[in-house]
Structure formats: structure tokens, C-alpha cells
DNA sequence: GGTGAAATCCAAAGCGCTTTGGAAAACTGA
DNA sequence: TCAGTTTTCCAAAGCGCTTTGGATTTCACC
């Protein structure tokens, strides 16, 4: 069924059909009315492709996703933050679509999207220090969004992100406050801005507190279990053992657990573990009470928020940059205790 | 930049350079040559929605993740099928466009789809027991295909599935050559078609080893590592405790093996886990000697070559329904070792 | 050099919608 | 009753592409 069909149907033109369909002040609210139902009983939605080719929009949002060959990892968070912004969107008659694309093909992607007008505005993803994509998208002049910030560009430019830096900053207090002296660190690739932020706020804490940042007990790496694992055996093995641990993520934190327990010793009286949670929705931390005390910010939310901006800049283009700084909360649950004494 | 400028850049027709552009015969290749040039030198690529309007196509593919307002669990799963899919659509010129909607609204979501003709063909995520969208799309007449089955629709149509069965009866075979006779299933959701099927080939493997289906040693849930501990945390605090567990997912299984520790056992030695893996990109298990015995089949690849088959069907759309069984692989860890004697 | 065939190109219609510029119809009020 | 508004509707152009049907040019061959 289209315009042109359902107009002949009713015996109207396509005019008024698309006037009443589009809440057009020109139409009586009988004939708005009938329309309405004949469009609703003959399940009639007009083509996308034609409409946008008439208004010169797009309604849809583009998420490009960058995938590293190398490292071959999907973000974990991804889904999460899909589920949100999607929400937003549907709520909008917008859609979005989605590329996975290696990272040397991205500047042909965007360029792509601009040039063949599939998108109104794209979300982006997994910023890094100095991201060239920002630079690249102001210059296409296509309408963005940053989950995230990139340290080191500093033009302004739309985006939403964790207060990452004081969020770790906090963390690391908190163990101060219970007494440790031996925090490690145990974060994501430092490529990655955010892993970038919270290491800053980590050592910010100790300088604070004067202690000296220990290489020994800070790692970078991809966010996996394994990773938590193995990092949180090496630290223990060593004479210099820290009493706690701050992990980048709740997976990591899983292989924290794991290699503390495997050693015999008891998560929040031995050792503390503090980590981020982005309260991904198949990995809760705990019920109620929740299991590792944690600094967490949804995910989720964040999603919804930032689709929410991008769609807003984009029907209001004149409005300077917008941008989001939120700050995660501090949940304390049972994987952190005073630090123990020395014998 | 359009057709039209291009052509009249080059002191063409418009008929003359899209031929060029998509490959026609009646085209000198010098003039192709020269029109490619300009066409890479000025930027240009046809209007996705121009394109589509001509040719009735859309050039994309819908996938409509269902996520039920009551358990809003984000399948862990997929973010790496997705990515799996789109290295399939961008090598063939495809978009992906993802809705994300709740179980009362899909459909109307898919009737939109087809009805705005947004996209050629959908993939369907999640299927249930009985699924009832299949029998949608059929009568719509929308081009789908499944990752998983319906049990209990019996019309042929396209889809794409992990032998669960045989994987979860090979699996408690293997178990019991261990010398295993109390194994315990910690199973997905049970209206979820994948988890009916993994039960089914656990209760096959009890039978043919005559040993009694126990409702006691079956739990059904989200596939959380909560999940995984309070399930094996209550079913080893029973007299009759299993010495091995079976669990669904890679994520349970984290809990399972905590379950087991924190209670002073070894996992391996006086429980043994094998889990089913999906091969995530962000959960591996283990390097190169897999920490939990498992069945495994990456669902990446899975995204991959279901894309395939539903791009091959909307070009060939008079085959008859394709359909792949995938096998999964045991992979034998650390995680599984003969049945403790009893003392 | 002339013929028919092959190669090369083009004008214009059409895909399904929105929107402009008017026309016709239905109301006003004097 | 009739001019002036307001309401209600419409024909047609245009969005950027593909594709049909045809025109023109080039080529091979006798």
C-alpha cells in the first residue's frame, strides 16, 4: 500500500492524505480523521526511503563501531548502550544503523555515510587519546555524539561521558580512608581515553596521600578475566603485595577474585577490591547488597542520554556543543574491609 | 555532490555515468575508467535512499532484538554475533539497522518494516519455544532467518543453530566416562528454545545411561554469574551433592567454579564443570589450555554465516528454506577430572 | 564508399513521498 | 445577496537515482 493507492482510496489527493497523516493545520479534523483510520486498517506507513529523499532527511542515527583486527575484541558495554540509545530513537521514529568496521576503513566509512546521506548524525564509540574521528567528522560537517571524551582535541564537541578521573579518584580515597597503603591498579588499555582518565584519578589519590606510584602495580591491558587473573597473581606473588585493588571492570574483577581466593586469602578482609561497574544487565554485581564495592554508572543510561543530545543538536543544528559529565556513585559492598595489620 | 553535477561535470548523461558506476557492458572503459576517477576524486557515492527508491531494494537488513520489559537482560550474546553479521553486510554493500523493541511491540515492528520497506530481509534473534514470529514474517512475507530454532513450528524456513542437543548429550557422556553419576544442569531459560534443547540432551545422556532425571540437580534461570553461584552454592550444600555441573553459559560458569572454591573444594578434582562457550570476544576461556572443560562454537561466526544465507535467499528468492546445523566442539580443560571415590 | 551491426551515448519516465502555489468550496457579515 | 475570508483540497514539481527505448557514432567488411 502506498500514498498514491490510499489516497485513490479514499478519493482524495496525495496532498491532503500526506497533509492529515503529518499533522498539517489544513485539513479538516473528519477528513484527518478518516484518513487516519483508513491509513491504520490498510496498515499503511509511508516508505522511509521516499520520505527521506523528499525532506532531505535521513531519521536515522549511525553507530560505527570500530574493530580493531588486531585485537579483535567487541566491547562488551556495546550491547547495553545499544539497548538504550534504541529506546531513544524508537521513541523518535528514528532508526539506527550500524557498521563494524576495521579501524583503517573508518575514515572511508564516514565519509560514506555523509556522502550518500544515510544518517543524520552518528554516535561514536570507544574514543582514544588525540581521536582523529573527531577532527574528521567536524571537517565532514556531520553531526555527532562522543560516549566518551578524547584528551587532547581541544575544539568543543558534543559528548557524554563517566567522570572517570574523579570516579577513581574516589575509589582510591575510599582505600585510603580504610587504611591501604598498597593499591593497585588494574585498568584497560591506556590508549583508550577513559582508561587514561582513571589512571590519572588513581595516581592523583596517591599523590594526594604521598605515596609514590608504583609501576609494579599498575597494568593495562584488555579488559577480560583472564587479565584480572593473571594480573592480581603476579601482584600477589611478590613480596610488596598490595592490600587492595581497583579494577577498570566487573569482568576483571571476576579474575581478581578468583586469584585472591585460589591463594587462600578472603576478598574484603586480605585483600580489597574496588571496581567499575557499568551495570551491564547480564553481569549484575550482586543483588541487593552488592557483591564488590564499586564505582558504577549505567551503561544503559548512558545510551539513552547521549542518542537523546544527538537527536537535540541535530534538530536544533545552531545550538553550540552540548556535553555531559556524570558522576558514578560509590557502592560499597563486601569486597573491601580495613586493610590488615602488618604482623 | 550527485549525479547530476557529476555528470555534468564530466559532459555526460546521468544514464551514461551510473552505468559506469554500477558495471553495465555499454560503456567504453575509457569512459569508465574516467568517470571512476572522478567519481573517487569528487567524493561521490550514490544516495543510499535515492538508490533504493529506484531499484526497490533497501540494501539493508533489519535486526530486532527483543528485550522484554520484565527481565531487561541484554543478551550477552550479542554484541559479537552483530559483528559477526556486519563484516558480512559491509563486504556485500549492506546495511544493518538494529531495532531494539519490547516483546508487546514487535509486530508491529516487523509489519513497519515491511510496510515502510525499510529492509530487504530481518534476522531473528532469541527464538522461543513456539515462536510465534516466525509465522509472522512468513505471512508478511518479509525474508528472515533464525539464529536458533522454534520447536513446535514445523513449516520449513530458514535458520541457522548449534547442534544443542548433541553437544549437551556429548557433554554428559563425557561425564560420565569420568566415572560421574550425579550431574547437575544450570540450564538458561527454559522458554528460550536453545536451553529446552541443551535439557533435552542432558536427560537423553541420563536415560541412556539409565540414571534418573532429579529435579533437584536442574536449575533454570538468566544465565548470570549469580545465577551460576547461588544455583551450584545450593546444590552443594545438599547431602546428595552433584560431582559435576553442566552449565549453559560461560558466565554461570564464573560462578559455578566460585560456588565450588568457596566452599574448599577444587574445581576439576571434586567437582567437575564443563559449560557451554560462545566463544566472546570478551570472555575467553582461558588461553591456549582452556580453563573449563567446554562445548564450543563461536556465535560470531555463527552472525557471519547466518548473514551469508539470508543475503543469498533475497537474491535467490525462489530456493527453498536453507538451513545449518553447526557442531560444537568439546574442548577438554581443567575444569573436568574423573569422579571422586567415595570414602 | 556503402552497408549493416556493434558500440556508445542520451532524454525522459518512474520509484513514493513532500511541498509550493493555487483553485474551489464553504463560511462570514453587512 | 454578495464580496471577502477562511477552509479545504488539488495538480505538479522535485528529491537523486535506475532503466527503458532510441538515437547517434564507430567499426568491419565487401
Redesign the pocket.
Known amino acids: 500500500m502506498?500514498?498514491?493507492e490510499?489516497?485513490h482510496n479514499l478519493?482524495?489527493?496525495?496532498?491532503?492524505v500526506?497533509?492529515a497523516?503529518?499533522g498539517y493545520p489544513?485539513?479538516?479534523?473528519?477528513?484527518r480523521r478518516r484518513v487516519e483510520e483508513a491509513a491504520k486498517t490498510f496498515n499503511?506507513?509511508?516508505?522511509t526511503?521516499?520520505?527521506g529523499?523528499?525532506?532531505?532527511q535521513a531519521l536515522a542515527i549511525g553507530h560505527v563501531i570500530p574493530l580493531s583486527s588486531k585485537h579483535e575484541m567487541v566491547n562488551p558495554i556495546f550491547g547495553d548502550f545499544i539497548a538504550g540509545a534504541g529506546e531513544t530513537y524508537s521513541r523518535h521514529g528514528y532508526e539506527m544503523i550500524l557498521s563494524i568496521v576495521d579501524d583503517d576503513d573508518e575514515r572511508r566509512i564516514y565519509e560514506g555515510l555523509k556522502s550518500r546521506?544515510a544518517v543524520d548524525g552518528v554516535i561514536v564509540h570507544g574514543p582514544r587519546m588525540n581521536e582523529p574521528r573527531i577532527g574528521l567528522l567536524q571537517d565532514l560537517g556531520l553531526p555527532f555524539a562522543v560516549h566518551g571524551r578524547a584528551s587532547g582535541y581541544d575544539k568543543p564537541y558534543a559528548w557524554l561521558d563517566v567522570n572517570n578521573r574523579s570516579a577513581f579518584q574516589r575509589a582510591t580515597d575510599f582505600l585510603f580512608d580504610l587504611g591501604h597503603r598498597r593499591i593497585a591498579l588494574i585498568n584497560g588499555l591506556e590508549v583508550m581515553d577513559f582508561a587514561h582518565r582513571r589512571r590519572e584519578g588513581y595516581t592523583a589519590s596517591l599523590r594526594a596521600h604521598d605515596i609514590a606510584v608504583d609501576a609494579a602495580l599498575m597494568r593495562s591491558g584488555e579488559m577480560t578475566e583472564v587479565f584480572g587473573y593473571q594480573s592480581t597473581r603476579d601482584m600477589l606473588a611478590g613480596d610488596d603485595a598490595p592490600t587492595a585493588i581497583i579494577s577498570s571492570s566487573l569482568i576483571s574483577a571476576l579474575g581478581v577474585r578468583r586469584a585472591i581466593e585460589e591463594k587462600g586469602l578472603v576478598m574484603g578482609k586480605d585483600v580489597s577490591v574496588v571496581t567499575h561497574d557499568d551495570a551491564l544487565s547480564y553481569l549484575q554485581n550482586g543483588g541487593d547488597v552488592p557483591i564488590f564495592t564499586a564505582t558504577r554508572s549505567s551503561v544503559r543510561d548512558a545510551g539513552r542520554k547521549l542518542a537523546e543530545m544527538l537527536l537535540h543538536s541535530i534538530s536544533n543544528p545552531n545550538l553550540p556543543p552540548q556535553s555531559v559529565l556524570l558522576e558514578a556513585e560509590l557502592m560499597v559492598g563486601s569486597s573491601t574491609g580495613p586493610a590488615p595489620r602488618k604482623d
Chains 1, 2 share one sequence.
Do not use: C, F, H, I
Not at 11 to 16: A, D, E, I, K, N
Not at 44 to 47: D, H, I, M, V, W
Open positions: 502506498n500514498l498514491k490510499l489516497s478519493g482524495l489527493s496525495q496532498t491532503t500526506s497533509r497523516l503529518n489544513e485539513v479538516s479534523p473528519a477528513t499503511y506507513s509511508p516508505s526511503r521516499a520520505k529523499l523528499a525532506t532531505g546521506r
